[in-house]
């Protein structure tokens, strides 16, 4: 026993022996609430192995390993886990899992390395990523259990015409909420002085459109209201198409090049980020920086298959690659839509394999 241990410095907290031992990131973690809950059910003894600090720290009994990655695996060693699931790390924390001879089993797996952790399930988040033995089973972190019926309005889309013939561009900035018009418009603003086309813009609460619209006034923007749209098709001197119903919103986005994804630009926007319906009218999505705590968004961030602005620089960036080279927009467009599918019931699936 090295003096560590003697002196009780190395003792490990009560609930930690013995344990399923969820093994992950603070960011991961801050995500799978509803996933540690379900394993809590499952096996009642979970406790957490972080590999750095969370703040709030785990209602569930836990430990912060240390830096050093040999120390730490020593830490699993002691903690003789009945089980070990390693969530969503990379093959880096391999060590981690060798260092123990119980069941293991490497969740949202996404590094070729891991292959040689022995584990008894490696999962990924889609079929896209390669790994052999691994399973694609979703991201249990996702909570999706089912997906709505797209039907798509192909009549809508005509009133577009004279953009699409003149390969003008359409953005759409769809269910936006509190404080992210501004965003918009001067992310739209840029993009047409890099090539001419028409944004689409949609508040999410019929309450703000009127005056989000009167407030638009003084950007000099040719606008039609969609309530008041009266001709067949959209000239192509305008600028902004302004939805002011919540009806017309989803029949839009089959319309459109790609989306830039409301309460996304802001963290005042008080609805929820809609990233399903977009993707399975196979458009590509943009989204900023706000409520990435929101467990589907951040599990399509996490698997790489939206845009993702860190700020909006990174958010024109996106639309000027989108409509330069839209077949880069329309490939990870095809990846999300096959992602999505695949979220439907993976917690479940996950579970079933961890025994």
């Known amino acids: ?62 430990f912060t390993l240390p830096g050093d990655i040999s120390t730490a695996a020593q830490r699993i060693a002691k903690a003789q ?17 060798l260092a123990t001879s119980s069941p293991r089993y490497w969740i949202n797996a996404q590094d070729a390395g891991i292959a040689q952790a022995g584990c008894k399930l490696i999962s990924t988040s889609s079929a896209g990523i390669k790994i052999d033995g691994a399973l694609a089973l979703g991201d249990p972190l996702a909570d999706l259990t089912s997906l709505p019926q797209i039907t798509p309005d192909t009549e809508i889309c005509l009133r577009f015409k004279e953009q699409h013939e003149s390969e003008r561009w ?66 192509l001197k305008t600028r902004v198409y302004y939805i002011e119903q919540a009806e017309p919103i989803a029949s839009l986005y089959g319309c459109v090049d790609f989306v830039v994804v409301g309460a996304t630009l802001n963290q005042n926007a008080k609805n929820a ?45 996106h639309i000027k690659t989108i409509i330069d080279t839209p077949q880069q927009g329309q490939q990870r467009a095809q990846l999300a839509q096959a992602w999505l599918q695949l979220q439907v019931g993976a917690m479940n699936r996950v579970l079933d394999h961890i025994q």
């Not at 609460?205 to 067949?232: K, N």
């Open 81 to 97: 886990p009945q089980r070990v699931i390693m969530l969503g790390l990379g093959e880096q924390y391999l060590p981690l899992a």
């Open 1 to 62: 026993m090295g003096l560590f241990d003697f002196l009780g410095f190395n003792k490990l907290p009560t609930g930690v022996t013995n344990s399923t031992l969820v093994i992950t990131d603070a960011a991961t973690y801050a995500r799978a609430d509803l996933f540690i809950t379900a394993l809590q059910t499952k096996f009642h003894n979970v406790a957490i192995a972080l590999v750095d600090h969370s703040h709030p720290a785990p209602a569930l009994p836990h």
């Open 273 to 317: 980020p809609d990233i399903i319906t977009p993707i399975l009218h196979n458009r590509p999505v943009i989204v900023g920086t706000a409520h990435r705590e929101n467990p589907l968004l951040a599990a399509a961030i996490a698997a790489g298959v939206v845009w993702t602005g860190d700020d909006n620089e990174q958010i024109f960036n």
């Open 170 to 235: 359409l953005g759409y900035f769809a269910a936006t909420g509190e404080d992210e018009e501004d965003t918009a418009y001067a992310l739209f603003s840029r993009a047409i002085r890099h090539k001419m086309g028409m944004m689409l813009l949609a508040p999410r609460d019929p309450a703000r459109c009127e005056p989000v619209y009167r407030e638009s006034i003084r950007y000099r923007l040719q606008t039609i209201r969609h309530a008041r749209f009266s001709t067949s098709f959209v000239p």
